[in-house]
């Protein structure tokens, strides 16, 4: 599977931006989700979705702003995220794996599949 991150951009705080992650080469697998990773820190997990529940995700710092979504026919997934505030501001990663837990859901290693990274910057 090779997964395309896009739709990153400068903001600034209180806008809304909309990512995608479109996949190739095969179905994503049961889970889809996204990452982000600010300079010096962590790579931290922000949303999940189950490809055939559709069930979604969140990490607390983003719940009530951001929304996860996904387009089975486009075979895409979305991270709808409103109320950007700057400390939003890192690259995010789209992670997919064909047989991750729910479990292990929130951590990064556990993913198979990696975009290359789509950097969103919310200014002040």
């Known amino acids: 599977v090779q997964l395309q991150a896009s739709g990153g951009g400068l903001v600034q705080a209180g806008d809304s931006l909309r990512l995608f992650c479109a996949a190739s080469?095969?179905?994503?697998?049961?889970?889809v989700s996204w990452f982000r990773q600010a300079p010096g820190k962590e790579r931290d997990f922000v949303a999940a979705?189950?490809?055939?529940?559709?069930?979604?995700y969140y990490a607390d710092s983003v719940k009530g702003r951001f929304t996860i979504s996904r387009d089975n026919a486009k075979n895409t997934v979305y991270l709808q995220m409103n109320s950007l505030e700057p400390e939003d501001t890192a690259v995010y990663y789209c992670?997919?794996?064909?047989?991750?837990?729910?479990?292990?859901?929130?951590?990064?290693?556990?993913?198979?599949?990696w975009g290359q990274g789509t950097q969103v910057t919310v200014s002040s």
């Open positions: 979705i189950n490809w055939n529940t559709v069930r979604t």
């Open positions: 992670a997919a794996s064909p047989s991750l837990i729910r479990s292990s859901m929130t951590i990064a290693d556990e993913y198979t599949y």
């Open positions: 080469g095969r179905t994503f697998g049961r889970y």
